[in-house]
């Protein structure tokens, strides 16, 4: 195609969006409206799924050794813990620190239950704080550390807790969480491709008359068809910029207002900077591969004369 002949259709696509404003208006108000409610539920999606990823990222294994367990052995197990390829980390809480830690968790309420107790007679025993590459393998880690413990005659450790059961159930539930949310959010993705090519369709319909002209003086499908194809992906473009703008600055507020509050219950938004970048990417495609779809759609039928 030559270079004058692309300058134009784009001209002519150009034209075709200005002088048809009101059905422009509509297609570019109904692209706004379809992409920005779909936005919305993409954004909650992309947070809960953050949220689940936070909860599980706090799921740890608790190691609990026996009662004056020699420090050598301490290392011993240490390192056998460490080494299990789905171990991410292993920190030593020496009994000390677990008691410090258990009297600043119950708080001054529950103050008088630990009254009298102190290094010479504390009751609690060492223990090590072990977290994992993927909370989903939690169950069989801790399986891996009972083992190493049931392989030595001292037998070392008294108990390896993780939640059992509880576990299992939060991930089933956060699992639920981001497949219903993947649902949606595809639901509203065809709802919106359907509602937004149809509306192109219609400002297509409205010149159906001009179609026919152009083929009957002899016009071929593609001189007919490059300026209808423009016009679709500048109202596609058009609606989804205008999108874009919309969702962001509304979230940017979102997450400036509510960032205090939500700290305080130890949830974090995420980022303007990383929604922003899926978001966008998601609706600047959608909006301009849907404008070129319904436009090409609906001329394709009038090129039949």
Known sequence: MKVSTVIRHLREGLKNVVRNGWMTFASVSSIVISLFILGVFLLLA???????????SQVEIRVYLQLNTEQTKINELKNAIGNIPEVKSVEFVSKDQGLELLRKNIGDDGAELLEGYDKTNNPLPDSFTVEVFEPQKIAFAAKQ??????????????????????????????????????????????????????????????????IGIMKLVGATNNFIRWPFFIEGALIGLTGSLLTIAILLYGYSRLVEVSQFELGLMMI???????????????I????????????????RKFLKV
């Open 46 to 56: 992309l947070n809960v799924n953050n949220l689940a990823n936070q909860i599980e």
């Open 268 to 282: 974090k938004l995420v980022t303007l900077r990383e929604a922003g970048f899926y978001v966008s990417l998601l």
């Open 145 to 210: 550390i009972d083992a190493i413990s049931k392989a030595d005659e001292t037998k070392p450790i008294t108990s390896v807790k993780y939640g059992k059961g509880t576990v299992e159930t939060l991930f089933k539930i956060t699992n639920a969480v981001r497949n219903i949310g993947l649902v949606i959010v595809a639901g509203l993705g065809l709802t919106a491709m359907f509602l937004i090519s149809n509306t192109i369709k219609m400002t297509i319909l409205a010149r159906r008359r001009e």
């Open 284 to 299: 600047l495609g959608l909006g301009t591969l849907i404008g070129i779809w319904g436009s090409t759609l609906s001329v």
